[in-house]
C-alpha cells in the first residue's frame, strides 16, 4: 500500500506502514544514537516503532544528526 505522507515537511509516497520501515526506506539506521520520530505533532518512544503505523495524511518529523556537525 502507498501512503502519501509529509516528512520534515517535503510530500512523499511511501510503501513504509511501520516506523521502522519508513526509517530503512529513508536510509537512517534506527540504531543511531539522538534519532527522534514524531508522528503529526506526537513525539513517539523508540520501543513503540516497530508498532507505530504510518498512515496516508501523516506528517513524520525525523530529526538525526547530520555528518559533519
Known amino acids: 500500500m502507498r501512503n502519501s505522507i509529509k516528512i520534515n515537511g517535503k ?3 511511501t ?3 511501520t516506523v521502522i520501515e519508513l526509517l530503512e526506506s529513508e536510509k537512517i539506521d ?3 544514537k539522538f534519532v527522534a520520530v514524531a508522528i503529526n505533532g506526537s513525539v513517539l518512544s523508540r520501543r513503540s516503532w516497530p508498532e ?3 498512515k496516508s495524511g501523516d506528517d513524520v518529523e525525523i530529526v538525526s544528526p ?3 556537525g
Do not use: H, L
Open 11 to 13: 510530500d512523499k509516497i
Open 66 to 68: 547530520a555528518p559533519g
Open 15 to 17: 510503501t513504509a506502514s
Open 30 to 32: 534506527s540504531a543511531t
Open 52 to 54: 507505530a503505523q504510518i
